[in-house]
C-alpha cells in the first residue's frame, strides 16, 4: 500500500446506524476514481479472499489452474491473473496492494532491411523479407498538455477543497449549505444523534471499499459501520 496517510471523516446517524456522508480530501477522491482504471482481473485477483458475489472468482481459478500446456506459445496467464495497471496522465498513487504499474512506453521491433513494418513482439516475421523482426525501436510518448503539466498536484481533481463522498460513493464538493439540506432531506432532526468519526484507511478498508462498491448502495455503513460491529 502507499504510504499516503488518507484519512475520512464521517458523518454517521447513530439512531439511524448508518454513515450519512464522509468528507474527504483529494486523496480519497482520487482513490475511487482510479478504480475504473483497474482491469478485472485485477479486481478478482484484489478480491480473493473477501467473498465475492457473481462467478468471477471461479473463472479466475480455473485460469490459475489450467496447465500451461493448454495456453497459446505466444500468451501468458499472468497477464490475465495479474495485469499491469497503465499509468495515465493522472499519476495517481494508487492504495491497493500487490497491483503492478506499467507506463504507456512500449518496445517496438522491426527486421533489418525494412523499416515500413514494425512489432511489440521480437518473434514476429517480416512480411516483406521473412527475417526476424529482432531490431529494437523505443516508443516516444507524445508531449504531454502544457497546461495540463503546468499543476503539480497529480491526480485527478483538485485538492483545494473538501469533497463530500454519500454513502453511495456519489462524490460532489462539499458545502455547508449542502450538508445542511442533505441533513433536512435525511429526515434527521435532532443533531445529538449525530456523530462525527474520524477513520485511518488501511488495506483492510480500502480492499472492503472495492468489494463493497461492486454489490452495495452503502458502501460507507457497510464498511465502517456494520463490519466494525460484526469483529466486535
Known amino acids: ?75 501468458d496467464k499472468e497477464c490475465l491473473l495479474k495485469p499491469k495497471v497503465a499509468i495515465s496522465g493522472a499519476e495517481v498513487p ?46 516516444v510518448d507524445p508531449p504531454r498538455d502544457t497546461k495540463a503539466s503546468s499543476s503539480t498536484e497529480g491526480g485527478y481533481v483538485k485538492g483545494v477543497i473538501t469533497y463530500m463522498v454519500m454513502d453511495d460513493l456519489d462524490v460532489k464538493p462539499m458545502s455547508t449549505i449542502s450538508s445542511i439540506t442533505l441533513l433536512t432531506k435525511f429526515n434527521v432532526r435532532d443533531l445529538g444523534t449525530i456523530e462525527e468519526k474520524v477513520v485511518d484507511l488501511g488495506v483492510d478498508e480500502v480492499l472492503s471499499l472495492l468489494e463493497a462498491s461492486l454489490r452495495s448502495k452503502t458502501v460507507l455503513t457497510d464498511v465502517f459501520l456494520r463490519n466494525s460491529t460484526d469483529k466486535e
Open 1 to 75: 500500500m502507499a504510504s499516503t496517510k488518507v484519512t475520512l471523516k464521517l458523518l454517521i446517524d447513530k439512531k439511524g446506524h448508518r454513515v450519512l456522508f464522509a468528507e474527504a480530501d483529494k486523496k480519497f477522491v482520487d482513490f475511487l476514481f482510479s478504480i475504473f482504471t483497474l482491469p478485472v482481473g485485477t479486481v478478482t485477483m484484489l478480491l480473493q479472499k473477501q467473498n465475492m458475489s457473481g462467478c468471477l472468482h471461479s473463472l479466475y481459478k480455473s485460469i490459475e489452474n489450467l496447465s500451461d500446456i493448454y495456453i497459446q506459445p505466444d500468451q
Open 94 to 139: 494508487l492504495l491497493l496492494p500487490s497491483v503492478e504499474q506499467s507506463n504507456t512506453s512500449k518496445t517496438l521491433y522491426r527486421c533489418g532491411s525494412h523499416y515500413g513494418y514494425v512489432s511489440h513482439d521480437w518473434r514476429a516475421i517480416c512480411p516483406a523479407c521473412k527475417s526476424s523482426m529482432n531490431t529494437e525501436l523505443n516508443y
